[in-house]
């Protein structure tokens, strides 16, 4: 199946917009062939979906829940829909599709590094760029029959023919069937070829969100030489990121494999895009980690402290639910678990919450922490994602998590 980023998608903005991500995600194969982006932001712009196909190139596609009857009338700007007894213009979807596509090859253009070098293109994204609709809820000869493909042809559309388990597409298993569909009806015009050089520049020109700039590190930085190679999140990376739908999530993976820039990024997705999310905490336990989550976060332009995303390592957490000075080292084992425990009493009060919780480290918290930290979510939103080093032989039963507070809906390899 396609790459899908997000994945798993559980609340979508339309019953269509489900019913299309879930064709592509199951008729685009091999996966390794397909990418696809759902309701991408780039920068302010917001397609439904943008897709990637090594055969076909980029494809913006708008998807619209509209019955046939509601239509009243089309033209090349807009549509006639019928509500409520009257008539209402809703943009033309192709065109829609069509605008988002210029915004990209400007976008692409402007950044100069994907452009073609051929004379006969010279100048222009050297990726074909195009554009298509998804009517999930009109059947292809009734919408012939009307009239409106004099509008937007219908081979630039998928209709809810398509969308049939037994239509041809979907029953075939080899995914030859969607390439060929496709390639017919988003056919390149020019030919082409992308390396994964190219794929990472793409997203990062498209999407600076998943950017990565490193800051500056000192010897004492904790984390490994691995994250020096990486430039943007990888396609897995990035579906990880951008769950934003809410629900409990452990990220497992060795030292070096991006965990905390998932957790980065993550926070930064969240308090942009989901209104529901003001505060949010990102929490470790090295001292030495701090400074350094704030340099990535501040880097991508997410406020920090209060109302914005507030870094701290654990028992700098203590500290401010107790309201008095914590020594953070060198103290007994004793003198910490009797901090946790004051915490956790304190921590009843209701008085701090958060919206969102990202936990690095997770290994090296006690049970103890986990409950104190899973008492300052707040229910409502319940967002909290927590990321565990798979060598240190942390591993809890999905029982033992409940027993914590935390229902984790997954558990994902970095």
């Known amino acids: 199946m396609a790459e899908m980023i997000p994945d798993g998608v559980e609340e979508f903005k339309t019953g269509g917009e489900k019913i299309f ?8 194969k091999p996966d390794d062939r397909y990418f696809c982006w759902y309701t991408p932001d780039i920068e302010g712009q ?3 979906f943008l897709f990637f196909c090594e055969g076909a190139g980029l494809i913006i596609f708008e998807v619209k ?6 239509i009243a009338g089309a033209d090349s700007h807009s549509f006639f829909l019928r509500v409520n007894g009257r008539e209402e213009p809703r943009k033309n979807p192709f065109k829609q599709a069509h605008d988002y596509v210029g915004f990209v090859k400007d976008k692409i253009r402007k950044d100069g590094l994907l452009v073609s070098k051929d004379p006969r293109y010279l100048g222009k994204p050297k990726i074909p760029i195009s554009c298509g609709v998804a009517f999930p809820n009109i059947n292809k000869s009734e919408y ?6 004099k509008v937007v042809s219908s081979e630039k559309i998928f209709f809810l023919d398509d969308f049939h388990p037994m239509s041809d597409i979907c029953s075939d298993t080899s995914g030859q069937c969607f390439l060929r569909t496709l390639q017919e009806k988003f056919p390149p015009i020019f030919p082409f070829t992308i390396n994964p050089r190219d794929m990472n520049h793409l997203k ?3 999407f600076p969100m ?3 700039q490193l800051p500056r590190r000192g010897g004492e930085d904790p984390c490994g030489e691995r994250a020096d190679r990486l430039k943007v999140l990888d396609n897995h990376q990035e579906a990880i990121a951008r769950k934003y739908d809410g629900g409990h999530r452990i990220i497992l993976g060795p030292s070096g494999s991006g965990k905390t820039l998932i957790l ?3 926070a930064a997705f969240l308090g942009r895009y989901d209104p529901r999310i003001g505060r949010i905490l990102f929490l470790c336990y090295n001292i030495t980690l701090v400074n350094y989550i704030k340099r990535l976060l501040a880097d991508k332009k997410v406020p920090l402290g209060e109302g914005g995303v507030e870094v701290m390592h654990f028992f700098e ?7 008095e000075k914590i020594h953070y080292e060198k103290e007994n084992q004793d003198y910490y678990d009797m901090v946790v425990q004051m915490a956790l009493e304190k921590a009843g009060d209701g008085k701090r919450q958060y919206d969102a919780i990202m936990i690095d480290e997770g290994q090296d918290f006690t049970d103890d922490m986990f409950k104190l930290v899973t008492s300052l979510l707040n229910k409502k939103t319940d967002n909290l994602m927590v990321a565990l080093d798979d060598n240190q032989n942390i591993y809890r039963s999905g029982q033992a998590w409940k027993n914590l507070g935390i229902h984790p809906f997954s558990q994902q390899w970095t």
């Open 21 to 28: 991500y879930k064709f592509l995600k199951t008729v685009a």
């Open 46 to 48: 917001e397609p439904d």
């Open 65 to 70: 829940d509209w019955v046939l009857h509601q």
């Open 144 to 149: 012939i029959q009307k009239g409106l493909d």
């Open 204 to 206: 990062d020109v498209l």
């Open 210 to 212: 998943v950017r990565i």
């Open 264 to 266: 980065v990024h993550k």
């Open 317 to 323: 957490l203590c500290s401010k639910i107790l309201g």
